[in-house]
């Protein structure tokens, strides 16, 4: 059953989010963040009247194709509040469905499961002439950036939010494990490519050999720029949740 505070716990974490990224550069920013996360982990999907999906977001075929390849958009957004100092809404991915590795410039973010479970992976770009040898010729021609693969885990309803920075964590992957999944996302401010903060997208130069063991992390990796993959777009959803004021 839903709570019955489900409206007012939304809002509240729409309201201290507009007062966190009002001033991020000041003296309470720290404070003021720390009471957002921990609001955000709070939120259930209940609370926004989201359900994991049925049989058509099923496990993906083993050996083929994921069942809404080429049909239907692997990833879909619910649009719920947005600002000049932050967006925020639900991402639903279905089972099989990746979101490819890219960044959010300048920006903060914070993203805390619904349903289902999420490998992300984070990454930070390293500063230019940080790297100690060229990028290996596989870069091709897409401008190449050196970055410190910095970490790779699972996270479900019950982890705590997945925070970035504009310096920590901006990069990175998202896929869903073993069924379809749902995250709530904020961040701060929101993508606005004529301001410096458009999407950009990234492809992991070197891997470890066929059947080895993943190299330990953190470590220092190249990453190419890449155009949008061509099997990755996001639909659009109505939000049925309780309404946000701002």
């Known amino acids: 059953m839903p709570r019955d505070n489900m409206a007012s716990l939304i809002q509240r974490v729409a309201r201290q989010a507009r007062i966190t990224f009002r001033s991020p550069a000041g003296p309470a920013f720290g404070e003021n963040l720390h009471r957002l996360q921990q609001l955000l982990d709070e939120v259930r999907a209940e609370d926004l009247h989201l359900a994991p999906r049925g049989p058509s977001a099923a496990a993906a075929v083993a050996g083929g194709d994921p069942p809404w390849a080429g049909v239907v958009p692997p990833v879909s957004y619910m649009h719920i509040c947005e600002t ?136 220092e990796v190249w990453l190419v720029e890449t155009p949008q993959a061509a099997d990755f777009w996001c639909g659009g959803e109505p939000y049925p949740g309780p309404r946000v004021c701002l």
């Open 84 to 219: 000049e100092s932050f967006s925020m809404g639900v991402f639903l991915l279905r089972s099989g469905a990746c979101i490819p590795l890219h960044d959010h410039p300048g920006m903060n973010g914070m993203l805390k499961v619904l349903y289902g479970t999420l490998r992300i992976a984070c990454m930070d770009t390293l500063p230019a002439g940080a790297a100690a040898a060229p990028p290996p010729p596989a870069a091709g021609s897409g401008p190449c950036l050196r970055a410190l693969f910095r970490s790779r885990q699972h996270y479900t309803r019950a982890s705590p939010p997945c925070l970035l920075s504009p310096h920590t964590d901006n990069l990175h992957q998202i896929d869903a494990v073993d069924g379809p999944a749902a995250f709530l996302d904020i961040l701060a401010p929101p993508y606005d490519p004529q301001h410096g903060r458009d999407c950009h997208y990234y492809r992991l130069l070197e891997g470890p050999p066929a059947g080895a063991e993943p190299p330990a992390l953190p470590r």
